[in-house]
């Protein structure tokens, strides 16, 4: 399996991440891809992508939280070190306004840039979206360029999968929410086909059921691909070979 979304870097793991690791290794877990958040945890990221060696891929952006009166300093940061590494995608970039909505239009510029900046590189994306679906698309809308990614931590509609299909090349990221009651997410999937579907934990949050309301790690996706299994009637296995053809396709991994 591959985890396409874990924070592994965060202080949540500082004290024991060699166990997390041998963890998910035990699991099932070949590669784990860490997204960026801004530029206070590069540094940490980028020591953890180091310690981690080739288990582990690195993405740079400018999380949608963290657009404040720095806006502009930070994105210029994502742009001056997009070099410094073979990073396998952009991200985790998008709209969140379910925090605040006092920097909304700042928001809409900086993920149109990120955006843009990918379909130049021709890298992936990662986009982050919360309580913003209707912005999302127009800001996609306005780059109009050819665009690749995933959309992490999916809880939609069939009708908004429908529309992220017209909007480029994407997946849908699926992560530990599919196993909690009564989750929408859970009767989407029984149309969304298993090749656009991506495994994700987004660790050390959104921890699956049986582990709710615990520090999520990357070992638990496991319970993400058999909730799907379940759902699609397909076997686990075959959750994880599509999921991992998928990921590797995308963010160009050789594991």
Request: charged content about 25%; proline content about 3%.
């Amino acid at each position: 399996m591959i985890d396409t979304h874990s924070h592994l870097y965060s202080e949540e793991f500082r004290d024991d991440l060699d166990e997390v690791v041998e963890r998910a290794r035990q699991a099932g877990v070949s590669h784990v891809i860490m997204p960026g958040i801004d530029s206070s945890c590069h540094h940490d990221m980028l020591a953890a992508a180091d310690r981690l060696g080739s288990w582990a891929s690195v993405a740079v952006g400018l999380h949608p939280t963290s657009v404040d009166l720095r806006w502009k300093d930070e994105l210029q940061f994502v742009f001056d070190h997009l070099g410094d590494l073979d990073f396998c995608a952009i991200g985790e970039i998008g709209l969140d306004y379910y925090w605040s909505r006092e920097f909304e239009e700042q928001q809409k510029e900086v993920f149109e840039a990120q955006l843009a900046l990918a379909a130049d590189k021709d890298l992936p994306v990662i986009i982050h979206s919360r309580e913003a679906t209707e912005d999302i698309f127009n800001c996609i809308k306005r780059v109009n360029k050819p665009l690749r990614g995933v959309f992490h931590a999916f809880a939609g509609s069939v009708e908004t999968w429908q529309r992220i299909q017209r909007a480029g090349d994407f997946k849908v990221g699926i992560g530990g929410v599919v196993t909690f009651k009564n989750a929408h997410i859970a009767e989407s999937l029984k149309e969304i086909p298993l090749e656009e579907i991506l495994l994700e934990t987004d660790s050390p949050y959104l921890t699956p059921v049986p582990f709710r309301g615990r520090r999520n790690e990357s070992a638990y996706v496991r319970y993400t691909a058999e909730k799907i299994a379940s759902v699609k009637g397909v076997s686990t296995e075959e959750v994880d070979h599509a999921t991992s053809r998928s990921a590797a396709a995308l963010f160009g991994l050789f594991c």
